[in-house]
């Protein structure tokens, strides 16, 4: 054989024993990522109308390939269209533009994204409308003027006591009507010394733990179901948590 015939033979076998040891880049196409165990699972799930099942499975297929564009799209389509986590939508349709700039449907989800924080914003802070609003002011323009009519009165009997001799009892017209007078205004009346019963009630409840430790066999998608929360949310609570490099005993922070 000659000297390029071997040496083309050489480059050839260092290849092949490259790409077995997964040294070379993979760029894994969207029929690949669809290909993946659990993103079919997702995907049956959803025909069977399973949409938590189907969040959890995606979950894992991201576990399996962070990088998989599809499993975050179908996660977006999830909390936007059945879950409705509008937050959780806007982190994956994101991500899923973030590792498929060149989407096809890329102003199509631009708009969802924008649709999804405008829920978030009215949730948080809702605006009332302009007849609720006079409304919530006249009301307020009301208790405001009864307010001020009740402390007149006040003014008017405290002053009346302060006129009439000490001995001869307050009359009773000047007051306000409608209003319990005390037998002895001068003397504040002593705070009632708390029974057991009454502390015992009243003691502080034991603050929600905020962290969790992982057991065998968890997964972070797995503590966050049992946690109530959201995988994103978790792993942006742990930013330097690599979810599959777990261990037992390993602390883990819950938003």
Not at 184 to 208: E, F, L, M, Q, R
Request: proline content about 9%; aromatic content about 6%.
């Amino acid at each position: 054989m000659s000297f390029f015939g071997k040496l083309g033979l050489i480059t050839l076998t260092a290849t092949v024993m490259l790409a077995g040891n997964g040294c070379l880049p993979s760029d894994s196409s969207p029929q690949d990522e669809e290909k993946e165990p659990h993103f079919i699972l997702g995907k049956s799930r959803v025909n069977a109308m399973d949409y938590a099942g189907a969040v959890e499975a995606f979950n894992e297929a991201l576990e399996a390939n962070p990088h998989s564009a599809s499993a975050h799209f179908q996660l977006a389509c999830l909390f936007d269209q059945k879950e409705s986590d509008p937050a959780a939508a806007v982190y994956h349709y994101q991500e899923f533009l973030r590792l498929n700039s060149h989407a096809d449907n890329a102003e199509v989800i631009r708009q969802r994204i924008y649709s999804c924080k405008q829920q978030l914003a009215a949730d948080v802070l809702p605006l009332p409308s302009a007849p609720a609003a006079q409304k919530q002011l006249e009301d307020l323009a009301e208790k405001n003027r009864q307010l001020q009519d009740e402390n007149e009165k006040w003014r008017a009997y405290y002053a009346a006591q302060q006129a009439a001799p000490k001995n001869l009892p307050a009359p009773a017209n000047l007051a306000p009507a409608g209003s319990a007078i005390p037998d002895d205004i001068s003397t504040p009346v002593a705070n009632p010394t708390p029974t057991p019963a009454t502390t015992a009630h009243s003691a502080p409840k034991p603050a929600k733990a905020h962290t969790h430790t992982v057991a065998a066999g968890e997964t972070m998608a797995a503590i966050a179901r049992k946690t109530g929360t959201s995988l994103a949310a978790l792993q942006a609570a742990n930013p330097g948590v690599t979810p599959k490099k777990l261990h037992v005993g390993q602390m883990l922070n819950l938003p």
